[in-house]
């Protein structure tokens, strides 16, 4: 039985269509591979060009640079709908490329950077990451080393980074290094060729979930790019890197809602099937109220990331309160559907061969990534406490 999702008050006729679209997609070409990605540790490249093709790594992007010209709403849709693909990886390898790694091109950037790195990254015949956590800094941005120092025309840039999803065959990084002093002014943005003389990967790093996308350590030993490369302005990166957090967040609350769908759906089909005490699991009161608790949070979630997206799209002030909160709330409602459908399933729920304890691992990462909980709630917080007459 599928998932009886209720309607959006958020979504059109086209959001609807566009999900059917995607829908096919996934179940075309992500869910048959997703258990040899996972193993590999990587979904193909192949992946990416079909995927350019299809028009979903540029949605919210000039059209004049191969995108689609749509909204938020629309980057939810497809969130929520590559998470279905029962390997999160692959959705986190392609989300990586067209809304972390763009998002700040698209909105900062020179037409000459647009032109040479979007267009082809759009299409899918480039892969993009974005380079900014690094071993002594990863929620805390302002923090970074890595060091880009001006010489002539060119800077030279000696760091390292860590968790860099789409880190090890990355064509290109959106990369946050440090121009001046410490500090948050000193941090600038630039476009980082990962061809370049001087830069080596390090290993990829062994994760707990999103296992089918690659991550990695990176080093950087005096490489040379052009001035050019620089993304906007100088010293204003970290103010670029924060404002570009929201479509990072969205991404995960809009995941959580795609797995947490996904989820349900398998534990309706094995509910309705499973026969214990002489009666199907649906026929014990204490799992349909589970079912509905489930379902329930997922609801929410999903009103939460759609506001969120909607305020995102809009411009509007409370774009940042609403999705950190549509954040929050996914992940810790995500990890509750994953662990009651894992207990549903008994032993089963063990076994490898069943994708379920591949979300349960998947979904542990969903509380740090993009900003952990506990910066949700202090950025919530804020809003809330406001100096008092």
């Known amino acids: 039985m599928g998932y009886p999702r ?25 869910r048959p591979h997703a258990d040899d990605w996972e193993a590999a540790g990587q979904c193909s490249r192949e992946l990416y060009t ?77 892969i993009g990451g974005i380079g900014v956590s690094e071993p002594g800094a990863g929620s805390d941005v302002a923090a970074i ?31 946050a290094v440090r121009t001046g002093e410490h500090g948050p002014n000193g941090i600038s943005v630039v476009v980082f060729p990962t061809d370049t003389p001087g830069f080596v990967v390090g290993r990829r790093l062994d994760k707990l979930g999103a296992r089918a996308s690659d991550t990695g350590e990176l080093f950087f030993d005096d490489c040379r790019i052009p ?19 929201g479509g990072e967040r969205l991404v995960i609350a809009s995941f959580a809602v795609g797995i947490m769908e996904r989820l349900i759906e ?40 759609h506001q969120a997206a909607r305020l995102l799209s809009d411009n509007h002030p409370a774009g940042d309160l609403a999705v950190s909160m549509a954040k929050l709330h996914a992940a810790e409602a995500v990890q509750f559907v994953a662990a009651e459908v ?22 542990a990462g969903f509380s740090i990534g993009a900003g952990t909980s506990e910066i949700m709630r202090e950025l919530i917080a804020r809003s809330l406490i406001k100096p008092r007459p």
């Open 227 to 245: 001035v050019g490369n620089l993304v906007g302005e100088e010293g204003q990166g970290l103010r670029y890197i924060l404002s570009h957090f």
């Open 266 to 305: 398998l534990g309706l089909d094995y509910a309705a099937e499973r026969e214990t005490f002489g009666s199907k699991l649906l026929g014990f009161q204490t799992w349909r109220h589970r079912f509905a608790e489930m379902a329930t949070k997922c609801e929410a979630t999903r009103l939460l990331s």
């Open 342 to 363: 894992l207990q549903l399933h008994g032993g089963f729920g063990q076994m490898e061969e069943s994708p379920i304890p591949r979300y349960y691992r998947d979904v």
């Open 50 to 126: 079909k995927a350019g093709a299809a028009g979903l790594l540029g949605l919210r992007y000039d059209p004049d640079l191969g995108g689609s010209g749509l909204d938020f709403l629309a980057t939810a849709v497809l969130a929520e709908e590559l998470a279905k693909g029962d390997s999160i990886g692959t959705a986190v390898s392609l989300m990586a490329q067209s809304e972390f790694s763009l998002a700040i091109l698209a909105d900062e950037a020179g037409d000459e950077l647009k032109q040479r790195w979007m267009v082809p990254a759009i299409a899918g015949e480039l």
């Open 145 to 175: 080393t890595t060091r880009a120092r001006r010489d002539g025309d060119e800077y030279v840039i000696s760091g390292q980074k860590t968790f860099i999803s789409n880190g090890t065959r990355a064509d290109f990084l959106t990369l």
């Open 6 to 30: 209720q309607p959006s008050v958020f979504l059109d006729e086209e959001h609807d269509a566009f999900r059917d679209m995607v829908a096919s997609f996934v179940e075309r070409e992500v």
